[in-house]
T-cell receptor, first 113, second 112 residues
Framework: DAKTTQPPSMDCAEGRAANLPCNHS???????VYWYRQIHSQGPQYIIH???NNETNEMASLIITEDRKSSTLILPHATLRDTAVYYC??????????????FGKGTHLIIQP | DVKVTQSSRYLVKRTGEKVFLECVQD?????MFWYRQDPGLGLRLIYF???????EKGDIPEGYSVSREKKERFSLILESASTNQTSMYLC???????????FGSGTRLTVV
């Protein structure tokens, strides 16, 4: 799997949009960008994924650059409950997710009241 | 909702003991995984299984073994626990694609 680079920590004010960047300059053509988050004392939770088009769901939006070398996860109206470590992961869609995901160190997002 | 249940939230064991960490999922997922998480090192894959009685080594399998006798249950075994195996252990299962991972809440193991 390609490696990703994320800032170790970020702050965001409650109610504002949180924009979390991720660099994945060695991503392959068949690899997707996945985002998970881990709230303190819990296991990681899936947020969103994409290949090359921008994606949106009820939790977040994912913006992938045209060259696919970087992406941004957007939490549109951050709340205190969004304080967590956010992981950007690049992986091929294996059809079964059978090989295990490689988690980096992620970004610790702290939402300030 | 898919649930992945880990049998213990906290566990304290002595050096040299044989330790079993149990994980059960209730959604008929084919794939199951064991990770450990340590400060500054993130999550690291220990073992995974894509079918009953099948197992594959992850990135750090040394000192561990696994058992998958039934589809819903995946056990991690520390044959002889050591203090460097003190860690948070996370179990996960998946159905399809890397977006389908569901994690348990973790077992914090302390080996003394």
């Amino acid at each position: 799997d390609a490696k990703t680079t994320q800032p170790p920590s970020m702050d965001c004010a409650e109610g504002r949009a949180a924009n979390l960047p991720c660099n994945h300059s060695t991503i392959s053509g068949n690899e997707y960008v996945y985002w998970y988050r881990q709230i303190h004392s819990q296991g990681p939770q899936y947020i969103i994924h994409g290949l090359k088009n921008n994606e949106t769901n009820e939790m977040a939006s994912l913006i992938i650059t045209e060259d696919r070398k970087s992406s941004t996860l957007i939490l549109p109206h951050a709340t205190l409950r969004d304080t967590a470590v956010y992981y950007c992961i690049v992986a091929a869609y294996s059809g079964g997710g059978a090989d295990g995901l490689t988690f980096g160190k992620g970004t610790h997002l702290i939402i300030q009241p | 909702d898919v649930k992945v249940t880990q049998s213990s939230r906290y566990l304290v064991k002595r050096t040299g003991e044989k330790v079993f960490l149990e994980c059960v999922q209730d959604m008929d997922h084919e794939n199951m995984f064991w990770y450990r998480q340590d400060p500054g090192l993130g999550l690291r894959l220990i073992y995974f299984s894509y079918d009953v009685k099948m197992k594959e080594k992850g990135d750090i399998p040394e000192g561990y073994s696994v058992s998958r006798e039934k589809k819903e249950r995946f056990s991690l075994i520390l044959e002889s626990a050591s203090t460097n195996q003190t860690s948070m252990y996370l179990c996960a299962s998946s159905f399809q694609g890397a977006e389908g991972y569901t994690f348990g809440s973790g077992t914090r193991l302390t080996v003394v």
